[in-house]
């Protein structure tokens, strides 16, 4: 257990509909991240958060995916309208962001079927 | 955009010691080179980080030569739970890469 939490751990959706995760980071820590993985496939960077700032987004893989950060503590990562191809692991990662330690630390990951 | 390559898979035998090579080209001077562990259904975990020359850890121990042009993480004595998928991470402000990832399989 590194300390990031993620909810929920799984996710069975039918295409067209919203979907949010949550996702907890380890409490002070400054960067947030999201990736998206597929079977077979490498984590995918989506975005990352320096506290509330969304510093990167342009990775979103379409305007249906969005993030937020509100408080600078937990995010959330919806999906609108979705569809089949979505369906992959949705992990989320936190890091204190300072020079000399970017380690990331992993939360379990939120598996999404869409059907 | 700094974009790693590594071997896809890398069979070994508890006991010995495994070396696995990742190429970044085009790496930042401002980037770390980190290397994650991920087993089934799981999320990555840390394994070890640089920037240059040699780190070490309980765990492992990561070379870099002074071009930083490549890295290669070594694992000192595989065992059975060693087998995992074996991902390079370049790190940058904006710009954060997984490789293709390194199936490593230890054999008893």
């Known amino acids: 257990d590194t300390g990031v939490s993620q909810d929920p751990r799984h996710k069975i959706t039918k295409r067209g509909q919203n979907v949010t995760f949550r996702c907890d980071p380890i409490?002070?820590?400054?960067?947030l991240y999201w990736y998206r993985q597929t079977l077979g496939q490498g984590p995918e960077f989506l975005t990352y958060?320096?506290?509330?700032?969304?510093?990167?987004k342009s990775r979103l893989l379409s305007d249906r995916f969005s993030a937020e950060r509100p408080k600078g503590s937990f995010s959330t990562l919806e999906i609108q309208r979705t569809e089949q191809g979505d369906s992959a692991m949705y992990l989320c990662?936190?890091?204190?962001?300072?020079?000399?330690?970017?380690?990331?630390?992993f939360g379990p990951g939120t598996r999404l079927l869409v059907l | 955009l700094a974009k790693t390559t590594q071997p896809i898979s890398m069979d070994s035998y508890e006991g010995q010691e495994v070396n696995i090579t990742c190429s970044h080209n085009n790496i930042a001077t401002n980037d770390y080179i980190t290397w994650y562990q991920q087993f089934p259904s799981q999320g990555p975990r840390f394994i070890i980080q640089?920037?240059?020359t040699k780190v070490t850890n309980e765990v492992a121990s990561l070379f870099i030569p002074a071009d930083r042009k490549s890295s290669t993480l070594s694992l000192p004595r595989v065992s059975l739970s060693d087998t995992a998928v074996y991902y390079c991470?370049?790190?940058?402000?904006?710009?954060?890469?997984f490789g293709s990832g390194t199936r490593l399989q230890v054999q008893p």
């Open positions: 990662a936190s890091s204190q962001g300072l020079a000399g330690d970017e380690t990331q630390y």
């Open positions: 958060f320096q506290n509330e700032a969304q510093l990167e």
């Open positions: 991470l370049v790190e940058g402000r904006r710009a954060l890469t």
């Open positions: 640089g920037y240059k």
């Open positions: 409490s002070e820590h400054n960067r």
